[in-house]
């Protein structure tokens, strides 16, 4: 199989969402670890729940709730000044190692960002990090719909214009995976932490470990 087009997905997958650690640990010390695992643990969460409610919000308004969650469950002073200076944060994400070059690489690949993260949050991302030449750049928020859900697959999929199986999907995320692959694409887990796949009745195309195993 040749893959005309591969679409990454952005949080965890090509920038570490617990680069947010250091951040956290200049405001509140050794509680970086901890902030920052429920800060993930919830956006996922609430996302998830704002989908099956059907009550749509915006991924900076899901982060800022999840920040808050966190932030109040570690039992941490928090003031206005500090959720900002870790809002913005996210607009500061470091890229996984290999990331970089990614594009340099396989000059000759069509590579798109598709996350649900909104474009108010993945454009200063990218040009932060020097980025913004390598990716095109799709949102859920664009049709309102959070990923695994198919009609966010769907709509990717209208936009790349390719078929179904020409298009190869990365995530470091199970749930994304899955929603990819039950909606028709070939998917590409990025295992970097070398877990086991969960049994959910559906696996993905390939198992990589980084962004350096793409497959042709």
């Known amino acids: 199989m040749t893959y005309k087009a591969y679409v990454f997905d952005a949080y965890g997958t090509l920038f570490d969402v617990h680069s ?30 704002r989908q099956l409610i059907q009550g749509y919000k915006p991924f900076t308004d899901i982060t800022r709730w999840a920040l808050l969650d966190a932030l109040a469950y570690s039992d941490v002073d928090v003031k206005p000044e500090v ?67 198919p009609n966010a697959y769907s709509y990717a999929h209208e936009q790349l214009g390719f078929e179904k199986e020409e298009i190869l999907f990365f995530s470091s995320n199970p749930w994304d995976i899955t929603g990819a692959a039950s909606y028709g694409f070939h998917t590409a887990w990025v295992n970097r932490k070398k877990q086991k796949w969960p ?8 198992v990589i470990n980084t962004l350096n195993e793409i497959p042709d």
């Open 199 to 206: 049994e959910l009745g559906i696996n993905p195309t390939h």
């Open 20 to 49: 947010v650690m250091k951040k956290i640990h200049q405001f509140f010390p050794d509680q970086g670890p901890k902030v920052s695992e429920e800060w993930r643990s919830r956006q996922v969460h609430y996302f998830l729940v």
């Open 83 to 149: 959720v900002e200076d870790l809002m913005h944060e996210y607009e500061l994400l470091q890229p996984y190692d290999e990331v970089p070059s990614l594009k340099q690489n396989h000059q000759d690949k069509t590579f798109t960002i598709f996350s649900n993260g909104t474009r108010s949050m993945l454009q200063p991302l990218l040009e932060n990090n020097q980025l913004k030449e390598d990716f095109d750049l799709l949102s859920a928020d664009d049709v309102e719909v959070y990923k695994p859900h």
